[in-house]
């Protein structure tokens, strides 16, 4: 396949995860509505994910809490303590951990997975659920374990990891344009 065939499909694949994610409009606007209502009641938003959902956590907090007034935070911003924790112990907790000493009940936690398997965001959103927080997923693939655990998720069913990661950051600033 040559770079135009290449560069076409790339599009027409994202226009067909862009219609599929328009079938998930319900639960978009209650994802807003669950960060409107932290926000307004002054409870706390955590992100995080690994790599490229890492980055989206990083870009989405920028977002809410520069532009909407949401105490956002991105626990993928302290590499000291991640790397401390995953020393010390190891990486399946560098998110959990952090958590325990900032999350308190009825804070939201978003967990960005392109798998909806990874391990340290799946052990974070546990630990959340069970100290009383509302917790989020956005997934790619299949939503693996992700989508079964949190209160609300979004999956992006594409067996992509760069179009999952396309369609998260896609979300989270629809997400944050409802905020306004």
Not at 14 to 31: A, G, M, N, R, Y
Not at 89 to 104: H, I, P, R, S
Request: hydrophobic share 40%; with cysteine.
């Amino acid at each position: 396949m040559d770079k135009k065939e290449f560069i076409k499909k790339y599009f027409d694949e994202s226009i067909h995860c862009v219609e599929l994610l328009k079938k998930e409009s319900e639960k978009i606007e209650k994802i807003s509505n669950i960060l409107q209502d932290a926000k307004n009641n002054k409870k706390k938003v955590f992100l995080f994910g690994n790599g490229g959902s890492g980055s989206t956590a990083s870009h989405l907090v920028c977002d809410l809490a520069k532009f909407r007034d949401v105490k956002a935070f991105a626990l993928t911003d302290n590499v000291p303590l991640i790397t401390a924790w995953s020393n010390d112990e190891n990486y399946d907790v560098v998110f959990k951990e952090q958590l325990k000493n900032f999350a308190e009940k009825d804070d939201v936690v978003i967990g960005i997975s392109g798998s909806g398997k990874s391990k340290n965001v799946i052990e974070a959103i546990n630990f959340a659920k069970e100290n009383g927080c509302t917790t989020i997923g956005f997934a790619g693939f299949d939503g693996g374990l992700l989508k079964d655990i949190t209160d609300e998720c979004i999956v992006v069913r594409i067996n992509d990891m760069q179009h999952s990661e396309d369609m998260h950051l896609l979300v989270g600033h629809l997400i944050a344009l409802l905020l306004e």
